[in-house]
């Protein structure tokens, strides 16, 4: 089973930043958060991943709170493209590195 | 590189006939996943492969299944006999090396069996 918790659904304003959350209060030491995004019709795309500290990249933020219990994606500049189902996926660091889909969040980006 | 490719993108079975799923990673990655997506189950991990060795099937649904990697720039992913509750999206992944490295999925098969 998923070990993360996250919205079904969410809208955003195109240009305004788009915060998604998931919950993983069961995640331990060497385990990562992952994200990844699947737009309709296509395979999921990786986004970003972290461990602890926050990260950046070209597509968007992670920040992950200090306990590590949760963590938030943020598009900073959401556009109609971004439209798609964001997947929070928790990986022992340890592992093969396989990926459990949950459900993800449903982002619909509106004009 | 062109990314994971995946054949047919489509295709329409009747119950009974055997399909074949095909899959070609990006070169140079030793890591292959086959995934299955429908409404009712999600993104499910059926098998995945390293060094063109199987290493966990356990996600395969049932015998009716089965999956190669005969060479490292290809796989195939059998079902015989097809059933209609086989219709889904069927996905392809390649990795480059272990744990966290990022997958890369192919545009996926879909696949509906009447």
């Known amino acids: 089973d998923a070990k993360t918790t996250q919205p079904p659904s969410m809208d955003c304003a195109e240009g305004r930043a788009a915060n998604l959350p998931c919950n993983h209060s069961?995640?331990?030491?060497?385990?990562?958060v992952y994200w990844y995004r699947q737009i309709h019709s296509q395979g999921p795309q990786y986004i970003i991943h972290?461990?602890?500290n926050n990260e950046t990249n070209e597509m968007a933020s992670l920040i992950i709170t200090e306990d590590r219990k949760s963590s938030t994606l943020i598009l900073p500049h959401a556009t109609l493209r971004d439209t798609a189902v964001y997947y929070c996926?928790?990986?022992?660091?340890?592992?093969?590195?396989?990926?459990?889909f949950g459900k993800g969040t449903k982002l619909s980006v509106k004009p | 590189d062109a990314g994971v490719i995946q054949s047919p993108r489509h295709e329409v079975t009747e119950m009974g006939q055997e399909v074949t799923l095909r899959c070609k990673p990006i070169?140079?990655?030793?890591?292959l996943f086959w995934y299955r997506q429908t409404m009712m189950r999600g993104l499910e991990l059926l098998i995945y492969?390293?060094?063109?060795?199987?290493?966990?099937d356990s996600g395969m649904p049932e015998d009716r299944f089965s999956a190669k990697m005969p060479n490292a720039s290809f796989s195939t992913l059998k079902i015989q006999p097809s059933e209609p509750r086989d219709s889904a999206v069927y996905f392809c992944?390649?990795?480059?090396?272990?744990?966290?490295?990022?997958?890369?999925f192919g545009p996926g098969t879909r696949l509906t069996v009447l």
């Open positions: 069961t995640i331990s030491g060497n385990e990562y």
């Open positions: 972290g461990l602890k």
């Open positions: 492969f390293n060094n063109n060795v199987p290493i966990d």
């Open positions: 070169s140079g990655h030793d890591y």
């Open positions: 996926i928790v990986v022992p660091g340890g592992s093969q590195g396989n990926l459990i």
């Open positions: 992944a390649s990795r480059q090396g272990q744990g966290r490295d990022t997958q890369y």
